[in-house]
């Protein structure tokens, strides 16, 4: 037999088997490359759940975080709901020097300060349309006041001392609150005051009495920058408030004869020597006429006789230098403990003037405040 054809037959019956054996080989490379990328995968998912039970724990603890936070939550809403409406404060703050009550009220003294204070309380809730804890405070320079309304006619020393008193009995909450003859004194108290209320969570609405007053437009403006304006309302005695406060366009409220509508000129001072037209008569008992009386002085019937070897002002009872002196007069009136029966000239009276100017006050020289100066009738000295 020819040897090439016996090779051929070899090579074709190897031929097949070769081509199995390159398939089988093939199909180990793709089970292993199967094999090893099941073995990734699975220790990739137990990688994952790893992670995943992390995260569900993270979760739960999460949860249970976010719970504890609403729960507070709750409760500082529960705190501020009952702040705002259960215990929210209403407050009205008057200029008592801008804001005067009106004439109706004044003339009736304390039971006049009643009725204002009912009046306003009325009008407030009425305005508000609820009810709350009202908080009214009234500063004012009592002094001034007195003069003003004295000089005007309007009412009497007394009768201003009844209304301050029937004010502040009508209500736990009601004040009238004299912060003397300093300047600017009810202003800066009631800048401040203003400027603490409305900082106030718990402070849900303010009347403000000082719209006439354009001095307040600062502090009004600083609540605008600190978002606190809309708890304002404007509580006008005057027509018109002023300009800068105006300009701000706040809520306003005017009660129809509560204070008067008018500005009251300032009281003109008497002057020096001039007496009160009608002296309030003392009950004291005739002094003996002097035998030293000086030529020239003023003989009026049923006057006090004056101890002329005494000074003006050690006269026995002494004279009251506010009957004599003051622009106002004495407000007590025939209650007072001083004489107000001496008669005595222009002289005399600019005399005593003299004497007391001399005389130290008593407040002052003990390092306390003087609520008369700088009217007080004695002498301060710079220590």
């Not at 009643?114 to 407030?124: G, H, Y």
């Not at 320079?141 to 001392?161: H, P, Q, V, Y």
């Not at 306003?252 to 009281?267: A, D, K, Y």
């Not at 003990?366 to 301060?380: I, V």
Request: proline fraction near 7%; hydrophobic fraction near 30%; charge should be negative.
């Amino acid at each position: 037999m020819d040897m090439s054809i016996c090779d051929e037959k070899s090579s074709g019956d190897n031929g097949p088997l070769s081509r199995w054996e390159e398939l089988i080989g093939e199909q180990y490379d793709i089970f292993a490359r199967a094999v090893k990328r099941n073995a990734y995968l699975e220790s990739k998912v137990v990688e994952l759940e790893r992670e995943v039970s992390v995260w569900k724990l993270a979760l739960t603890t999460a949860d249970k975080e976010k719970s504890r936070h609403e729960e507070i939550i709750r409760d500082l809403e529960e705190t501020i709901n009952l702040l705002h409406d259960d215990n929210s404060i209403v407050l009205c703050l008057i200029d008592g020097d801008g804001c005067i009550p009106s004439e109706a009220y004044l003339s009736l003294g304390k039971e006049g300060g009643r009725r204002a204070a009912a009046r306003l309380t009325q009008e407030l809730v009425t305005s508000m349309g609820r009810s709350a804890q009202l908080y009214t405070v009234v500063y004012f320079n009592r002094w001034g006041l007195a003069d003003c309304l004295e000089a005007n006619d309007i009412c009497s020393f007394r009768e201003l001392d009844g209304y301050v008193l029937g004010f502040n009995q009508s209500s736990p909450l009601f004040s009238m609150v004299d912060v003397g003859s300093g300047k600017e004194a009810a202003d800066s108290k009631l800048r401040e005051v203003l400027k603490m209320f409305s900082r106030l969570p718990q402070t849900k609405k303010i009347y403000f009495g000082g719209g006439h007053d354009g001095g307040y437009a600062s502090v009004l403006r600083s609540l605008e920058t600190e978002g606190l304006l809309h708890k304002l309302t404007m509580l006008k005695s005057y027509p018109r408030l002023a300009h800068d406060v105006e300009d701000l366009n706040l809520p306003s409220l005017t009660i129809e004869g509560l204070f008067m509508n008018v500005r009251l000129p300032s009281p003109v001072p008497r002057r020096p020597g001039e007496r009160d037209p009608n002296p309030s008569p003392s009950p004291r008992a005739m002094s003996p006429e002097s035998d030293n009386e000086p030529p020239g002085a003023p003989k009026v019937p049923g006057a006090r006789k004056i101890d002329y070897s005494r000074p003006i002002h050690k006269q026995i009872p002494p004279a009251c230098m506010y009957h004599y002196l003051a622009t106002h007069g004495c407000r007590d009136g025939s209650r007072c403990r001083f004489a107000h029966d001496y008669s005595l000239s222009t002289e005399q009276m600019t005399k005593l003037r003299t004497e007391l100017m001399r005389t130290p006050c008593p407040h002052s020289s003990k390092t306390q405040l003087c609520r008369a100066y700088p009217h007080c009738f004695y002498g301060h000295y710079p220590s």
